[in-house]
Structures are given as structure tokens and as C-alpha cells.
């Protein structure tokens, strides 16, 4: 795929996003609540759109795929963006959000 899209009018954190960017898919996707914007890096690894602004979330797909030199850099940041989100990372957020949370209770 060259480029993934997502519509949703409500999204929670959104696995198709990391599964896109993982491969070096782009995404463009509506600036909704809760995930988009944690993944996507607005213009570098794809575009957040305002919701319902179906003109601009045309042009930026239309902007992606019609400049291949774009296309490319953002498929490799996509794919570098990835790394924020391994394994390795999430548990290490995790652990550091529990002492937070038990060391507040003490």
C-alpha cells in the first residue's frame, strides 16, 4: 500500500495507524480524540486532518502521492517512527507509570 487513511469519527488507539507505519505506510487521518496524534507525526510520517474537512484530507492524500520524493521521505519516517511503540518501549512506559502510581500511594 502506499497510503493508509483513516475516517474514524471516534478512535481509540488505533492498531491499523502502528500496523501502517510499521510497514512505512503513511497515514492520513481525521485529528480525533485519543490516538491519532500520538502515532502520526503531522506532515513527516503522515497528516492530521481537522474531522469532517473532507477537502483537505483529499488534497493532503492527493499532496502524499502525487510528489514521489514526499511519498518516499515519508514512508521512511513512517517506518522509523515505529520505534517508539516496540515492545521493549511500551513495558519500560508502563513499569515507569506503576512507580509513579505506588510511590504517590505511599
Avoid at 20 to 33: A, M, T
Avoid at 34 to 50: F, H, T
Avoid at 64 to 80: E, G
Wanted: proline share 4%; with cysteine; net charge negative.
Amino acid at each position: 500500500a502506499g497510503l493508509s487513511v483513516l475516517t474514524s469519527k471516534e478512535e481509540g488507539y488505533s492498531l491499523v495507524v502502528l500496523e501502517s507505519l510499521s510497514h512505512g505506510c503513511p497515514v492520513v487521518s481525521f485529528d480525533v480524540k485519543y490516538g491519532p496524534s500520538e502515532m502520526i507525526g503531522d506532515g513527516e510520517s503522515g497528516y492530521l486532518v481537522p474531522f469532517a474537512d473532507e477537502e483537505a484530507f483529499v488534497s493532503r492524500i492527493v499532496e502524499i502521492l502525487s510528489d514521489p520524493a514526499r511519498h518516499k521521505r515519508m514512508c521512511d519516517i513512517a517506518r522509523q517512527s515505529i520505534s517508539r511503540f516496540t515492545g521493549d518501549v511500551v513495558v519500560e512506559g508502563w513499569n515507569r507509570l506503576l512507580r509513579e502510581v505506588t510511590t504517590d500511594q505511599d
